[in-house]
């Protein structure tokens, strides 16, 4: 990636194939979910055979949604992971914790609907290495495939690098980053044929159409 080109984060992965998949196309990131109630959540045995095919210079990322430590160390003990991502709704001294006891950088997802879901940003953003913005569901914490108003993070100035997500797809990923300059995009449901079962076509779609997008936020 060219400097004023966001990373690529495949969220999600469960197979070999869609690892492959990421790696082949340029991803720099790749998630794994450690959410039972995901459809894309992975075993330890799975975190463990994925993330340990991954090359060096490719961010293992565990997903996690309030998540005892002792759950964290489970995985951290299984797969090879770079980072942590919280995506529920740990508070500021949960994630104090975490990444105190862990040593790891912390990405926390925000979910967002309005404006007002933004107030604890720059909280977050004190204690956080990363932030990550996906939209809104009552549904699931994640992976739902909706986006939100992009517009909502037109202004928002931030230190810390940060993450757009949420229904981004190859179809409309270069509109948002027209519209924003994020360090990096997320990508799950828009990469799928079906819920947690990734299609590598529409990986390397994907990437291309954030390689190829103009970066002019």
């Given amino acids: 990636m060219t400097p004023d080109r966001p990373s690529v984060k495949i969220c999600g992965i469960t197979s070999g194939d869609a690892l492959d998949a990421a790696v082949a196309a340029g991803a720099q990131f790749v998630g794994f979910v450690f ?47 770079d980072m942590i991502q919280l995506h529920g709704d740990e508070s500021l001294r949960d994630i104090q914790i975490i990444r105190g006891q862990f040593g790891l950088p912390v990405m926390k997802a925000i979910r967002v609907g309005s404006k007002e879901d933004l107030d604890p940003v720059h909280s977050y953003e004190k204690i956080c290495d990363w932030l990550l913005f996906d939209a809104k569901s009552d549904s699931a914490q994640g992976g739902a495939g909706k986006s939100f108003d992009w517009s909502l993070l037109k202004d928002l100035r931030l230190i810390k690098p940060w993450v757009l997500a949420g229904g981004l797809t190859a179809a ?18 828009g990469v799928e044929d079906s819920p947690g079962v990734k299609n590598p076509q529409k990986i390397k779609d994907f990437i291309e159409k954030v390689k190829a997008a103009d970066g002019q936020g």
């Avoid at 090359?55 to 293992?60: C, K």
Wanted: aromatic share 2%; proline share 9%.
């Fill in 35 to 81: 959410h039972p109630a995901s459809p894309r959540c992975v075993s330890l045995e799975q975190a463990h055979t994925l993330s340990n095919k991954t090359p060096s210079n490719l961010m293992n990322v565990g997903l996690f949604v309030d998540p005892r430590p002792a759950d964290i160390q489970k995985a951290l003990e299984a797969a090879d992971l």
């Fill in 172 to 189: 409309n990923v270069a509109q948002a980053l027209s519209i924003l300059k994020p360090k990096a995009v997320d990508v799950s449901s």
